[in-house]
């Protein structure tokens, strides 16, 4: 694939993702930014199964949608988010473009990446948030990272696996039908 190529549909895949993530947050609210993670651009990520260019793009995504969140927040704890959490994005990606001939292993790439990263820094974002409550128990685990990071890897987790297969996996079959792996690979 032409470099040209490449720049140019890392640069779209970052602008949609961005996009994507941005609009998310604003209307989910705490659903997309809690220990739960529930992002619809998150399904986007499987555009890592049909081109190269979307591991630079989704992590550029990540950065531009997690730096919009840093300014908007005021708060300098949320450069943790636009540094960690777009690597988080950047190994995703790549794990999916690596394993893209096996895409139930190539989809736990965004899954487990940010599962295990993204919680080891929440509990310092959302400190004070009352977030880390056990639900159905009233068991409040603030204050004690070890709990609240595996309170965070078991819902970000569930919350990346619910939108990365559920609605991710559709979508990339929906893209196959219409011959986007071809075009991304500049075959049409």
Do not use: C, H
Not at 78 to 95: E, R
Not at 151 to 158: Q, S
Request: net charge positive; hydrophobic share 60%.
């Amino acid at each position: 694939m032409p470099r040209s190529r490449l720049i140019a549909q890392a640069g779209l895949i970052a602008a949609v993702y961005a996009a994507l993530t941005i609009l998310s947050i604003q209307t989910l609210s705490f659903l997309a930014w809690g220990p739960v993670q529930f992002r619809v651009s998150e399904a986007f990520t499987v555009i890592a199964l049909f081109t190269p260019a979307a591991v630079p793009g989704l992590a550029l995504g990540s950065v531009v949608a997690n730096t919009v969140t840093f300014v908007q927040s005021g708060s300098p704890l949320a450069l943790l988010d636009v540094i960690f959490g777009s690597a988080a994005t950047l190994l995703g990606a790549w794990w999916t473009w690596r394993y893209r001939d096996r895409r139930a292993v190539a989809l736990l790439g965004p899954v487990v990446f940010n599962a295990l990263i993204v919680p080891a820094y929440l509990p310092w974002l959302l400190a004070g948030f009352g977030v880390y409550v056990v639900p159905f128990t009233g068991i409040d685990l603030e204050g004690a990272w070890l709990p609240m990071y595996l309170f965070g890897v078991a819902f970000v987790g569930l919350g990346q696996a619910v939108v990365v297969y559920g609605l991710g996996w559709p979508l990339a079959k929906a893209l196959e039908r219409l011959g986007i792996a071809e075009l991304a690979q500049g075959r049409q």
